[in-house]
């Protein structure tokens, strides 16, 4: 799912840089038969299975989880996430507003 260029820049967010949004958003997850999009912006340099991302589905949520669990889900059409490969890095606060501004405004 990642490349490593990808997971070099996702561990050096690991930690204060990713648990208070200021860095940027690496990678962006989503469904594309659904609104449900994550936004990864660290991976553990000693877990490279546990990632800090921002989860946009019912609400917004920054949270831990597993790389292996977001690559396992699937929609109704079985097909599993995507990786956007058109999406360019951005920083993870702003994205956090936005996405909260946006899921609140409808």
């Known amino acids: 799912m990642l490349n ?8 050096k967010n690991w930690g204060v840089l990713a648990d208070t949004l200021e860095c940027l958003a690496e990678v962006r997850v989503y469904d594309p ?10 991976m553990n340099p000693e ?7 921002i989860i946009k589905g019912c609400n917004v949520e920054a949270c831990q989880w597993r790389l292996t669990e977001m690559q396992a889900m699937h ?3 079985g097909d599993h996430v995507k990786v956007d490969k058109e ?16 899921l609140y405004a409808t």
């Open 33 to 42: 038969l659904s609104s449900w999009e994550s936004y990864i912006l660290a």
């Open 4 to 11: 490593e260029k990808q997971k070099q820049k996702l561990k």
């Open 87 to 102: 999406y360019k890095p951005r920083k993870a606060s702003e994205i956090y507003k936005i996405l909260t501004r946006n």
């Open 75 to 77: 929609n109704s059409g």
């Open 47 to 53: 877990d490279e299975d546990e990632i800090f991302c």
